[in-house]
């Protein structure tokens, strides 16, 4: 590889670890705000209701916040209407009566052949593309990806999962409260068992609504595309 695709390899990577610092930040941001009134810290760590309030609101937030600090993050940029991916897209989109605020090119340097939707909400969500799965697909095989994509909003798997990790967090959190509220170690243990316990469940999840969402793609042969 010559020294513009290092440079281009090496910028892609970067961008990829500066957004899974992502939620740490966001983290790290409501503890500083919590932490400047030293009444509002004790409350919060003392109440399980509001230690459980925090919670809530800090996933609720980061799962808000989250497709605008991605497109910043990543390198994208926005998919033209006017172009023939664009004008496809928008045909699936109307046919089966889906929103989203955006649909954007994601500029792997066309070292990755990916696809994704990020957001809760019509007016935060957005649609990814990679470069590279763009230049590899017909135009049936595109709108049956985005089909795929759709297929996930239609299904609420987005809000699925937060309400499912808010729940296991919430949980561990109580559970470690409730049985050893003033041992940190063992509390650390808990939640560490709960975290290792959701992954699993996660795995198994993703791939129960990943087939789920290939329900979508009858989306494409509705609209005889």
């Not at 020294?3 to 930040?25: D, H, I, Y």
Request: charged share 15%; with cysteine; hydrophobic share 55%.
């Amino acid at each position: 590889a010559g020294p513009t695709e290092l440079r281009r390899g090496r910028s892609f990577q970067l961008r990829l670890l500066a957004s899974s610092l992502v939620p740490v930040s966001v983290y790290f941001l409501f503890a500083v705000l919590v932490g400047l009134r030293e009444d509002v810290r004790i409350h919060v760590e003392r109440v399980a209701l509001l230690n459980a309030a925090f919670l809530s609101l800090l996933l609720t937030s980061l799962a808000a916040l989250l497709p605008r600090l991605l497109a910043m993050t990543w390198e994208t940029t926005p998919l033209p209407r006017t172009s023939m991916e664009g004008s496809l897209l928008e045909a699936v989109a109307a046919r089966a009566s889906f929103r989203a605020r955006q649909v954007l090119v994601w500029r792997t340097g066309h070292s990755m052949a990916n696809a994704a939707i990020v957001g809760l909400f019509p007016s935060t969500r957005i649609v990814l593309f990679s470069d590279s799965l763009l230049t590899q697909l017909a135009p049936r095989e595109l709108a049956a990806v985005y089909a795929h994509e759709i297929g996930h909003a239609a299904r609420h798997h987005v809000t699925i999962f937060l309400c499912w990790a808010l729940a296991f967090f919430l949980g561990g959190d109580l559970l470690a409260q409730a049985i050893a509220p003033d041992e940190l170690w063992v509390g650390s243990a808990i939640v560490l068992g709960a975290v290792v316990v959701w992954w699993f469940v996660f795995s198994w999840l993703s791939r129960r609504f990943e087939l789920e969402a290939d329900l979508g793609i009858d989306t494409v042969k509705q609209a005889e595309i």
